[in-house]
Nanobody, 127 residues
Framework: QVQLVESGGGLVQAGVSLRLSCAAS????????MGWFRQAPGKEREFVAAINRSSGITCVAETVKGRFAISRDNAKNTLYLQMNSLKPEDTAVYYC????????????????????WGQGTQVTVSS
């Protein structure tokens, strides 16, 4: 399995931007579709965004569409989540995940599609 380590979280005020990174190691990064999920205290884990192996397809949750963007750099084995205009409701632990077999947005929006998960990075947005 691929190993994933997230970074870039922190405590910020509403309206600012953050960029999360997810560094992959152990397997060929470009073989995996990648996703971001988040989990707020007391809530279920929810899909945020996903990207296929070649960056040709991206999927973004309606709750963050227009504010968040997912990208990847296969040469650097790194996944990114650019988060703009952050809101207090974006407060959560953000996880990156890797899927060996996911291809469509339908499958990539589901957590069970993913084979590997990172440990998460906390994002806290104050009002």
């Amino acid at each position: 399995q691929v190993q994933l380590v997230e970074s870039g979280g922190g405590l910020v005020q509403a309206g600012v931007s953050l960029r999360l990174s997810c560094a992959a190691s152990g397997r060929t990064f470009s073989n995996y579709a990648m996703g971001w999920f988040r989990q707020a205290p007391g809530k279920e884990r929810e899909f945020v965004a996903a990207i296929n192996r070649s960056s040709g397809i991206t999927c973004v949750a309606e709750t963050v569409k227009g504010r968040f963007a997912i990208s990847r750099d296969n040469a650097k084995n790194t996944l990114y989540l650019q988060m703009n205009s952050l809101k207090p409701e974006d407060t959560a632990v953000y996880y990156c995940a890797a899927a060996l077999h996911g291809t469509s947005c339908v499958s990539l929006k589901q957590g069970r599609t993913y084979d590997s998960w990172g440990q998460g990075t906390q994002v806290t947005v104050s009002s």
